[in-house]
């Protein structure tokens, strides 16, 4: 079964928060481990991950800086903030409710049992 991507894109902010919470990295790399943990199920399109940066850094959400060129290319590198850490919380309290919520409206189960079925 194929996961609808506009029910994770929509979500996309909360997931790199979900990365930068265990380590700072730059945005390929964030990329390539959402496609291993998804295995290889959801890939983020350069456009939605960077404009996710973009509003997560504008709300104080991340910071970032520049890497080392020893390594190659110059990176910038995202941290997550104290903000950012509260703005995940709260998001991922949304999430569960709204699948508790979701849940409720589609059991069929439920409904048949209110039905007297």
């Known amino acids: 079964m194929s996961i609808a991507s506009d029910m ?3 979500n996309t902010d ?3 928060l979900a990365h930068l919470l265990h380590r ?3 945005g390929y790399q964030i990329n390539k481990h959402i496609q291993e943990k998804s295995g290889g199920r959801f890939e983020l399109k350069e456009a939605t991950l ?3 940066f973009r509003r997560l850094e504008e709300a104080g959400c991340v910071s970032f800086y520049w890497g080392d060129e020893q390594t190659g290319a110059r990176r910038r590198y995202y941290r997550i903030t104290t903000a950012g850490r509260e703005t995940f919380a709260q998001s991922v309290g949304e999430w569960r409710e709204a699948i508790d919520l979701i849940e409720k409206l ?3 189960k439920e409904e048949e049992k209110e039905n007297g079925r």
């Open 24 to 26: 700072e990295s730059y």
């Open 8 to 10: 994770l894109r929509g």
């Open 106 to 108: 589609i059991d069929q």
């Open 50 to 52: 960077y404009g996710a």
């Open 14 to 16: 909360m997931i790199v």
